[in-house]
């Protein structure tokens, strides 16, 4: 099908924070108490219709905490997307990935259309979990990687490159599963952005798909008759907005 939206799943794993404290218990560290400040390890990113996952990763050759060409390499894989999809994405990925990229005085990019899977799990759902391992087992499309704890960051940290390898890894399939993971709960998303990208027929507001069932007329919250549609390829239901109703009149 031409004319797909450029939809990108991603995921990244940043290092530990080492800090000094006065104890173990409930303590409230302060900024002058941090040793050595947060970095980005690695990302892993995939772009729906595509089987590879590709990834940026420290080079541990000659640092193991500057991630600048990661970042940068990263901002520029993004500024292609037409939407981003992570688990917890919007409060996690993106976040800890623009305090990296205005770290390294990297052009701002504008703003994302992201999809949260998060969210939308919490939004439609009551799973006993909204962890991205937990959604995936339930759903039977996966499970994430077993890192064997805390070890494989401090690893990592040291400058172990097999270390280094496993978490990609880990990383890679935490891409894998979540895009599994967002093909399932895809069609019961209340809040995805609408990426139909052609104006010359009705598509899919969801994956841009012309491929629709006609469903009865549905009234709207603001008491419209609308005609409803089921997508044959996502499974998504949706009606017609405003602007889309002379092309439904011409076509149906």
Known sequence: MKNQPRILFWDIETSQMTTKSWGLWNQN????????????????????????????????DEST??????????????????CVVGHNGDRYDLKKFQSRLIYHKLPAMP???????????????????????????????????????????????????????KMVSYCDMDVLILQKVYERLLPYMKGHPNLS???????????????????????TAAGIMRRQYQCKDCGGHYTLRAAEKTKSLTQN
């Open 111 to 165: 703003p994302i259309i992201s999809v949260d899977t998060l969210k939308e799990a919490r939004k439609v759902f009551k799973f006993s979990s909204n962890k991205l391992d937990y959604i995936a087992q339930y759903l039977g499309v996966g499970a994430k990687m077993d890192t064997g704890g805390i070890a494989l960051w401090e690893a990592c940290a040291s400058g172990s490159r097999k270390a280094l390898r």
């Open 65 to 82: 905490t500057d991630d600048y060409e990661v970042v940068k390499q990263m901002r520029e894989v993004l500024m292609k997307a037409d």
């Open 197 to 219: 990208l052609d104006s010359e027929n009705i598509t899919c507001p969801k994956c841009n798909s012309p491929n629709m069932v006609k469903k009865n007329l549905r009234r």
């Open 29 to 60: 560290i302060n900024p002058n108490q941090i040793v050595q400040d947060w970095h980005i390890i690695c990302i892993s990113y995939k772009w729906l219709h595509r089987k590879k996952v590709k990834n940026f990763y420290l080079n541990f």
